[in-house]
């Protein structure tokens, strides 16, 4: 045993108040650190970490940013935290997609869609941490409101491939009178590009012969999204 091995603390020697499971029950999980909170999902830390030095250490990687840790793959905490194993990443990932559906949780229902930033208020929450590309379709009623949203197509870093008769499939069978697309591009930059120019011709198009509006199409990044409807490409 080296030295550092034997000056370790586990957690089980600590006060019972600053352990992080019973602090969350004296407490409330609101009382928690990030830290604490990370350590009750992964249990256990390493031979010269405890579950909360280790927790802290993988939030100093991703700069203290929830967002961040969210992008973390399942390899990117196996193949980097000595003491993570896949059910601990597994953990980890499984809690980073609960938090954000809970965000996504309700914002969609029974919206009524008056302006873009009302549709990017909702898809912002389905891009967000992604470092692929996927488009997405929200169904509106004849008074515009939300009907569903949903994923029409996954693909790449450098894009994705759309199948316009899904869409209209989906919408057709959702009785929507309006749908607004939208998409992510991961390398932050939300300018069309001369393929999703073409995309939202022929979805306008196609729409159009079965009495179905296309509203808008938005390009999404983590911070800004780009309008066709906005600026009079729709």
């Known amino acids: 045993m080296t030295s550092s091995d034997s000056t370790k603390i586990s957690i089980k020697q600590w006060a019972e108040e600053d352990r992080p499971r019973e602090k969350l ?3 409330g999980a609101s009382a928690l650190s990030n830290s604490e909170l990370l350590a009750i999902l992964i249990g256990s830390g390493n031979d010269k970490e405890s579950a909360v030095e280790l927790s802290k250490r993988i939030l100093q990687k991703a700069d203290n940013d929830l967002g961040k840790l969210a992008k973390f793959s ?3 905490l196996i193949n980097n935290f000595r003491g993570i194993g896949t059910a601990k990443a597994v953990a980890i990932v ?3 997609e609960l938090g954000k559906r809970r965000k996504e949780a309700g914002a969609a229902e029974r919206k009524k869609i008056l302006s873009s930033k009302d549709a990017y208020e909702i898809f912002s929450s389905v891009f967000i941490d992604l470092n692929h590309e996927e488009t997405w379709v929200l169904l509106l009623d004849r008074a515009n409101q939300v009907v569903d949203n949903m994923q029409v ?3 790449g870093i ?4 759309v199948d316009i008769r899904l869409i209209l499939r989906e919408a057709l069978n959702n009785y929507a009178s309006g749908i607004i697309l939208a998409h992510n591009h991961p390398s932050g930059n939300c300018v069309p590009s001369g393929n999703d120019v073409q995309l939202t011709k022929k979805l306008k198009e196609a729409a159009r012969y079965m009495d179905i509006v296309l509203l808008d199409h938005l390009i999404v990044t983590d911070h800004a999204y780009y309008s ?7």
């Open 158 to 161: 450098a894009g994705t491939v």
């Open 94 to 96: 499984a809690a980073m």
């Open 153 to 155: 197509s996954r693909g």
């Open 74 to 76: 399942v390899n990117d």
């Open 228 to 234: 066709f409807a906005d600026e009079g490409a729709v």
């Open 25 to 27: 029950l004296m407490k």
